[in-house]
């Protein structure tokens, strides 16, 4: 049997909790899929695919997106847009553990985004949207390496903390959302 006593941390830690939302909301929900043992844990996450019209656009994330109407609560709107951009169905998947701290973008206050904890039986098909999606792939929470780097922002360049990955360099919103889940672990 393959030990996850970092399931059972995690459930200690958190709860979830599922309020209908205001249709006038300015929020979202992105999904941190989990899977491994104690000794590799790995999360799914996505680089956005360049689009001008992303203000994240080209950035490594969580999938996931902002509320609509039809969602009813923000667990709804995290499975819709999982489901939109990797074409990965929830449902039997795994189990959905609870939420962490809701965050916001720097370059967007406004906006409230809840980050659930999804942990998966295994690892599911993934089918990335063309219209979202660049790339998905799975990172070893272990791996992660704290550093800074230059990147471009909306305000020029700048040098942000963050977390190299191989080849690539998570920071921002991401960034905190990990740390969140890292100090948790």
Same mark, same amino acid.
């Given at each position: 049997?393959?030990?996850?006593?970092?399931?059972?941390?995690?459930?200690?830690?958190?709860?979830?909790?599922?309020? $209908? +939302?205001?249709? /006038?909301?300015?929020?979202?929900?992105?999904?941190?899929?989990?899977? #491994?043992?104690? /000794?590799?844990?790995? =999360?799914?996450?996505?680089?956005?695919? +360049?689009?001008?019209?992303?203000?994240?656009?080209?950035?490594?994330?969580?999938?996931?997106?902002?509320?609509?109407?039809?969602? #009813?609560?923000?667990?709804?709107?995290?499975?819709?847009?999982?489901?939109?951009?990797?074409?990965? /169905?929830?449902?039997?998947?795994?189990?959905?553990?609870?939420?962490?701290? +809701?965050?916001? $973008?720097?370059?967007?206050?406004?906006?409230?985004? =809840?980050?659930?904890?999804?942990?998966?039986?295994?690892? $599911?098909?993934?089918?990335?949207?063309?219209?979202?999606?660049?790339?998905?792939?799975?990172?070893?929470?272990?791996?992660?390496?704290? #550093?800074?780097?230059? +990147?471009? =922002?909306?305000?020029?360049?700048?040098?942000?903390?963050?977390?190299?990955?191989?080849?690539?360099?998570?920071?921002?919103? =991401? /960034?905190?959302?990990?740390?969140?889940?890292?100090?948790?672990?």
């Amino acid at each position: 049997m393959v030990s996850q006593k970092w399931v059972e941390k995690l459930r200690a830690k958190l709860s979830l909790k599922i309020e $209908p +939302v205001d249709e /006038n909301c300015m929020c979202a929900a992105v999904g941190i899929m989990l899977t #491994g043992d104690d /000794n590799n844990i790995e =999360t799914l996450m996505i680089k956005r695919l +360049v689009r001008h019209d992303d203000p994240w656009s080209g950035q490594i994330a969580f999938p996931g997106g902002r509320f609509k109407i039809g969602d #009813g609560n923000l667990l709804s709107t995290m499975i819709r847009e999982v489901y939109e951009e990797l074409g990965i /169905n929830l449902a039997g998947q795994g189990e959905i553990i609870g939420s962490l701290d +809701v965050v916001s $973008p720097g370059n967007m206050p406004d906006l409230k985004v =809840t980050p659930y904890v999804i942990v998966l039986k295994k690892k $599911p098909i993934i089918i990335p949207s063309h219209e979202e999606v660049e790339e998905a792939f799975w990172v070893r929470l272990n791996e992660l390496r704290p #550093g800074e780097s230059e +990147v471009i =922002t909306a305000l020029g360049p700048r040098i942000v903390s963050g977390f190299f990955y191989k080849d690539y360099f998570i920071w921002g919103m =991401t /960034n905190r959302i990990l740390k969140d889940l890292l100090a948790l672990l």
